[in-house]
């Protein structure tokens, strides 16, 4: 193993680990030990994927851009599963985690391009690092977060 890749690596963690822990946290997995897994797989993606990082986006983009494929990989993986019985749900929960829950679940539902484009903006990236993830313009991401924004609006209203 090239000690040098291996040092670049553990920086460029080091940089990121925060970001990433809370990307696997935010894909609501129902056990610690799915966000620990999941955890687990970005990293593998990470170090697999780690020499073919060219540094035409920033380094933080493509962290964002791999662990977010990977996290849609394996959620689309374990939707495909059969399911079991649903874990139970708190009876006490705040209204503030009900209210994130449903806007994620929405978020979610988006799909696609859209749905990433929408949580990377609420993950707090700007409009031309969204656009630099998938080679857009920022102003295609404007408009696309413009129509998120006013479709889960409608669905939010919609439910209540």
């Not at 380094?59 to 689309?76: F, S």
């Not at 799909?111 to 102003?139: R, T, W």
């Amino acid at each position: 193993m090239d000690s040098n890749r291996e040092i670049a690596f553990n920086q460029l963690l080091s940089r990121h680990r925060n970001m990433l822990w809370q990307m696997c946290q935010d894909y609501r997995y129902s056990a610690a030990w799915e966000v620990e897994d999941a955890f687990q797989e970005v990293l593998i993606v990470l170090w697999r994927d780690f020499e073919q990082f060219e540094g035409r986006s920033s380094e933080k983009t493509w962290v964002y851009r791999v662990a977010t494929n990977t996290l849609m990989m394996l959620k689309r993986k374990i939707s495909n599963q059969p399911q079991g019985e649903a874990p139970a749900q708190e009876d006490s929960a705040a209204p503030d985690t009900e209210n994130y829950n449903l806007l994620m679940q929405l978020v979610d539902n988006l799909g696609g391009k859209d749905s990433q484009i929408v949580h990377a903006y609420l993950d707090g990236f700007e409009y031309k690092e969204i656009a630099e993830m998938h080679n857009m313009n920022e102003g295609a991401v404007a408009m696309r977060i413009s129509r998120a924004k006013k479709k889960l609006r409608k669905q939010y209203s919609d439910l209540l």
